[in-house]
């Protein structure tokens, strides 16, 4: 357990167990794995995790739209002929 904190927290089981004078190092999601940002997420208050997981669905939302309508754009253009590259029918 304590070896998996301490590889989750980039510092040594010794760190844990004798903690030095020394500041804990900032902790940067990007070095982390999915689950492990996941795992960070749920350890923060209900009022901060309600807006990281609200600008999710943002965001998920906003990519599915972009998809619906892109798909639907290359169905209109293949069905009605039109030329991508110009504005003329052909």
Not at 34 to 62: G, N, P, S
Not at 69 to 87: A, L, P
Request: hydrophobic content about 35%; charged content about 35%; aromatic content about 8%.
């Amino acid at each position: 357990m304590l070896n998996k904190l301490a590889g989750l927290f980039g510092v040594s089981v010794d760190d844990i167990l004798n903690p030095g004078k020394e500041l804990p190092k900032e902790m940067t999601v990007e070095d982390k794995t999915t689950m492990e940002q996941l795992w960070l997420i749920q350890q923060l208050d209900d009022d901060d995790k309600h807006v990281i997981f609200k600008m999710i669905d943002t965001m998920l939302t906003k990519k599915k739209f972009k998809d619906f309508f892109q798909k639907k754009r290359c169905i209109i253009i293949k069905t009605k002929g039109y030329d991508t590259n110009s504005s003329y029918r052909r």
